[in-house]
């Protein structure tokens, strides 16, 4: 048994070893308010669009605030943002209901059009995000018997557990991620996001083959070892 389990987890090893050869993630993505930046980060500080938004702040900027212990932590290398420092937990101000809207942009070459993006995102009540206008995760539902919003909403996207999705659909250039916040039933206010953009790495064709060969040459040499030690 102790032999069996030695050989799965020496091919699972190298079958794993094989396959992460080819992730490479070339850019990080986090939220960050307009005056606090966050190292490592691939895109711009998270702005505020008061002109379509619920509350006009007559201002695009945004600040970083305290989850208290109301909400989630900050999701990764991240910060909870507001258009107002006060709106959340450890605040006083009351977000009225309504949308708010957030946006950060990035910029990507022709050659990672196909690449994969991945968010884990938390939001005060719910949200919705948009990549290049199209969406990419949709809301929660309104206020009813299944969902009474009594911290946030109590299905995700929420201010709760964190909700980790993938998606696709880059253009050449500048991209563009919108996230419409939801009050729904008011209180606090507050959008928080990490993330990466993947790619496959481009191995060589024939530097893949040798990696695949060399790796089947090891599985049928475990393999041989196993069965004689059977």
Wanted: negative net charge.
């Amino acid at each position: 048994m102790i032999k069996r389990s030695r050989f799965t987890l020496a091919c699972a090893i190298l079958l794993g070893g094989f396959v992460s050869a080819h992730a490479d993630t070339i850019m990080l993505l986090s939220s960050y308010g307009t005056s606090a930046f966050i190292p490592g980060a691939g895109n711009t500080a998270t702005t505020y669009d008061p002109l379509n938004s619920a509350v006009n702040s007559g201002s695009t900027s945004t600040s970083n605030i305290s989850p208290g212990s109301v909400w989630h932590s900050a999701t990764g290398n991240s910060s909870w943002v507001s258009y107002n420092a006060g709106t959340g937990p450890t605040g006083n101000v009351v977000a009225p209901n309504g949308d708010y809207i957030y946006q950060t942009t990035f910029n990507l070459t022709a050659a990672n059009l196909n690449d994969t993006g991945t968010l884990s995102v938390l939001g005060d009540d719910t949200l919705s995000v948009f990549l290049n206008g199209n969406l990419i995760l949709q809301s929660a539902g309104p206020m009813g018997p299944n969902n009474s919003y009594a911290k946030c909403s109590d299905i995700g996207p929420n201010c709760i557990n964190p909700l980790t999705f993938n998606f696709t659909g880059f253009t050449a250039g500048l991209n563009t991620l919108t996230f419409d916040v939801k009050q729904v039933n008011l209180g606090n206010e507050g959008l928080d996001f990490s993330g990466s953009i993947d790619s496959l790495a481009s191995v060589p064709e024939p530097l893949s083959l040798a990696l695949l060969g060399t790796g089947l040459f090891a599985f049928v040499g475990l393999s041989r070892r196993y069965i004689t030690a059977e």
